[in-house]
């Protein structure tokens, strides 16, 4: 099946077995590399490869600082997640807030990222994120572009997996519109019938430069054999321990600095035995509320699914669209979010 046809059986209907669901829309394929202005010849990702100079070590008590105040006043004992380990030198997080922006170049209809042309899209992201620095001062703001890598489809393919794998030419395309803003780059896989234990290590050669990290989507993980789009997926604590082992190997490995694991939920049971999840200092985990809808909606599915089940860090996502639908048709601000317990620390925009 070429890319265009398998593009245009994705199935993104959002589902009814939730009042909040996830970011999916029936997507069609865009044009190609002529709407996002990026040759599509493979970038030059030569100064990523650099070696970085030496990161300074974690200040333990600025980071305890940091994390108590990401935990807003709360005051159940939940956050900061206790015996959680102190990271490797030159984490990203709690020091700075990341802002990114998510979807796909094939697609106008899968995100932000892919909705506008490079240019104009990376203007609106530096934007959003001087939005985000006026609204906490004392948090630096990192951009980042949250790229789909594997897209779950209504066709089952070649091997009936139901999913597409994005061609690495596109994830160099991303690549070199990140550089120009020097933002972090996030590849997320929507496996489908396939798995992570499959899937994640089809990246390592990304994974392995400083700047990229890595994201999970369990709404379209059908363990149950179901087509996308048709029940809400999930993981197991399993799952996400073996991306989590995966990637700690590759630090070690290639004497990184910590990589960053999104891992996406608005429903209970898309995330299972949350509570044998293991952390390590190689790997800082982000448990990111990817539900739209209303604001009171989705604070709701953020108190019952994020706030309750603590991991270690938590993430927020916005949509330009969805969250506008139904009354009183407002987004969220940046203040707004910011009054949550815990307070995001990885904000994604759709």
């Not at 265009?4 to 069609?28: D, G, Q, W």
């Not at 992201?125 to 609204?135: F, M």
């Not at 933002?183 to 994974?207: C, G, H, M, W």
């Amino acid at each position: 099946m070429n890319l265009k046809k398998a593009l245009l059986h994705l199935t993104f209907a959002c589902t009814s077995l939730t009042m909040l669901t996830n970011c999916s829309e029936s997507s069609t394929a865009g044009k190609l590399f002529a709407e996002t202005g990026v040759k599509q010849a493979a970038a030059d990702t030569s100064n990523l490869k650099k070696t970085p100079p030496p990161p300074k070590p974690i200040d333990t008590k600025q980071y305890d600082s940091l994390m108590r105040k990401l935990a807003n006043g709360d005051t159940t004992g939940n956050w900061p997640v206790k015996n959680t380990p102190y990271p490797l030198a030159g984490a990203i997080l709690p020091e700075h807030r990341i802002v990114a922006f998510y979807g796909n170049l094939y697609s106008k209809r899968m995100g932000i990222l892919g909705e506008l042309p490079p240019n104009e899209m990376l203007r609106k992201l530096d934007s959003e994120v001087k939005n985000w620095e006026k609204a906490d001062p004392s948090t630096p703001v990192i951009p980042a572009l949250h790229y789909i890598a594997i897209v779950a489809q209504g066709d089952g393919g070649a091997d009936g997996k139901f999913r597409y794998r994005m061609p690495f030419k596109q994830i160099d395309s991303v690549l070199a519109i990140a550089k120009k803003r020097d933002a972090l780059v996030f590849l997320d896989v929507q496996v489908a019938l396939s798995n992570i234990r499959t899937e994640l290590p089809l990246f390592e050669k990304y994974l392995k430069m400083p700047n990229v990290h890595f994201g999970m989507d369990p709404e379209f993980s059908m363990k149950s054999g179901a087509k996308p789009g048709t029940k809400i997926g999930t993981y197991d604590a399993d799952d996400i321990n073996f991306a989590s082992n995966y990637l700690t190997d590759l630090v070690k490995k290639n004497n990184l600095t910590p990589k960053i694991l999104i891992v996406h939920r608005f429903t209970k049971n898309m995330v299972t035995n949350y509570k044998q999840i293991k952390l390590h200092p190689e790997v800082q985990l982000v448990m990111d509320m990817d539900g739209w809808g209303e604001p009171e909606l989705k604070k709701g599915t953020y108190r019952n699914h994020i706030y309750k089940e603590p991991v270690q860090f938590t993430g927020f996502k916005l949509f330009y669209k969805n969250d506008l639908k139904k009354a009183p048709n407002h987004m969220m601000t940046p203040g707004e979010v910011l009054a949550l317990k815990p307070k995001p620390i990885y904000i994604q925009y759709q």
